[in-house]
């Protein structure tokens, strides 16, 4: 597991952004610690541990900025990783699953083949926050016949309930954040 100093170093380089992008909310923004290498190779590290401790053989990125952090932890822990993108941006055949936002709905793809029985897969995005996305991706790994062993984030929102909306989904794998707020 990451430690406090990882966790403080990690924190002190997500800047809060007041009003973005809407009046009353404040955006985490994490393109402070993305430059920062130290910071960032922390978080790569710590992401990778998590995948080699649950076996995964491959892991699922969330467009976009998942993308950012599930890339470089694929390649440290030796694995595939699979870009999971917003409806029409992968060509190809693809398995699409909508869910629900706070107003309105969204869609999301992965390419068929990406995923097949037997493989295990970690799910990494950067934030979880309502859980849509997260929940929606839980249902295309099964749906191609993977298995899932879990969902690592670089931050938890908890006072959005993602993890409520998550945990029956996630049928019993963990959900790991690096940093609760």
């Known amino acids: ?5 990882t966790r403080e170093l990690l924190l002190s380089r997500i800047r809060d952004v007041a009003d973005y992008p809407k009046p009353g909310v404040v955006f985490k923004d994490i393109t402070p610690l993305l430059a920062d290498p130290k910071a960032f190779t ?3 590290e710590a992401l990778a541990e998590t995948c080699v401790r649950h076996g995964a053989t491959k892991i699922i990125g969330l467009e976009a900025r998942g993308f950012i952090l599930a890339a470089p932890v694929a390649v440290r822990a030796g694995v595939g990783f699979i870009p999971v993108r917003k409806a ?3 060509p ?3 398995l699409a699953q909508a869910y629900e936002l706070e107003y309105g709905t969204a869609e999301i793809e992965v390419h ?3 995923l097949e029985a037997g493989d295990r ?3 990494i995005d950067d934030v979880l926050a309502t859980g ?9 790994v099964r749906r191609a016949g993977a298995d899932v062993v879990g969902v690592a984030v670089l931050m938890e929102l908890a006072f959005l309930k993602g993890r409520e909306r998550l945990e029956p989904a996630l049928h019993g794998a963990p ?3 690096l940093i609760t707020l």
Do not use: I
Request: net charge negative.
């Open 132 to 140: 849509g996305t997260a929940e929606a991706s839980l249902e295309l």
């Open 175 to 177: 959900l790991e954040a």
């Open 42 to 44: 922390a978080l790569t």
């Open 88 to 90: 029409g941006k992968l």
């Open 1 to 5: 597991m990451t430690d406090q100093s």
């Open 112 to 114: 068929a083949e990406d």
């Open 92 to 94: 190809g055949a693809t």
């Open 121 to 123: 897969v970690l799910v």
